[in-house]
């Protein structure tokens, strides 16, 4: 297994463009989370899936943030009417149900919007 | 809320030098994470830690879990370069399996 892909790394955006990133977990994973992070800060949660269903969504995201699992395998997460503010490292991870050998992250997708 | 404190935020320090973050909270966690964190990449697990007093190595770095569940050290000895990074721990809520409690990272940059 090659772990978690995230893909683009990098995406520049001009503001009210809508973006979407692509996450493909461990496949003997089911349980996968979206994180946002920001320089100098750890990371801050934005949702998870467990299989299919996304079981929590953070109060954090606004209704231009969606995510996707649709056959429990890879998950996207996309962001409609780009603002300046959602510029971030936007991180999948993903786990066992039990989480004994914690989180596995992917390298991240960094989004500018211009 | 549960929140975890880390300590100190930055920390720059010689090659060879000795050093102990520190992750506290007020809350009890059934278990914690730490994580190493490079500049343009995702968080890497470095270690878990279960039991109130679990002592676990990791070559020189060496992690500990407060006896209450607390709270957790990392102590690296003889620091190099490649050491340099961003710590995270994280925290499992014992009253909820959904999500990571996460600190806010301790950077810390070792100099040759």
């Known amino acids: 297994d090659t772990g978690v892909s995230q893909n683009p790394r990098h995406k520049i955006t001009k503001r009210g463009q809508n973006v979407t990133f692509r996450c493909d977990p461990i496949?003997?994973?089911?349980?996968l989370y979206w994180y946002r992070q920001t320089l100098g800060q750890g990371p801050e949660f934005l949702t998870y899936?467990?299989?299919?269903?996304?079981?929590?969504k953070s109060r954090l995201l606004s209704d231009r943030f969606s995510a996707e699992r649709p056959k429990g395998s890879f998950s996207t997460l996309e962001i409609q009417r780009t603002e300046q503010g959602d510029s971030a490292m936007y991180l999948c991870?993903?786990?066992?149900?039990?989480?004994?050998?914690?989180?596995?992250f992917g390298s991240g997708t960094r989004l500018t919007v211009v | 809320t549960q929140l975890l404190e880390q300590s100190p935020q930055f920390l720059s320090i010689q090659e060879g030098e000795n050093l102990t973050v520190y992750c506290n909270s007020s809350?009890?966690?059934?278990?914690l994470q730490w994580y190493r964190q490079e500049p343009g990449e995702g968080p890497v697990l470095l270690v878990t830690?279960?039991?109130g007093g679990e002592v676990k190595k990791l070559k020189r770095l060496t992690f500990q879990f407060g006896d209450a569940r607390k709270d957790s050290s990392l102590h690296i000895t003889a620091a190099q370069p490649g050491d340099t990074g961003l710590y995270l721990c994280?925290?499992?809520?014992?009253?909820?399996?959904?999500?990571?409690?996460w600190g806010l990272g301790t950077s810390l940059a070792v100099n040759p």
């Open positions: 991870a993903s786990s066992r149900w039990d989480r004994a050998n914690g989180y596995t």
């Open positions: 496949s003997e994973h089911n349980r």
């Open positions: 899936f467990q299989n299919e269903a996304q079981l929590e």
């Open positions: 809350s009890v966690f059934s278990s």
């Open positions: 830690v279960v039991t």
């Open positions: 994280a925290g499992n809520n014992a009253g909820n399996n959904r999500k990571l409690i």
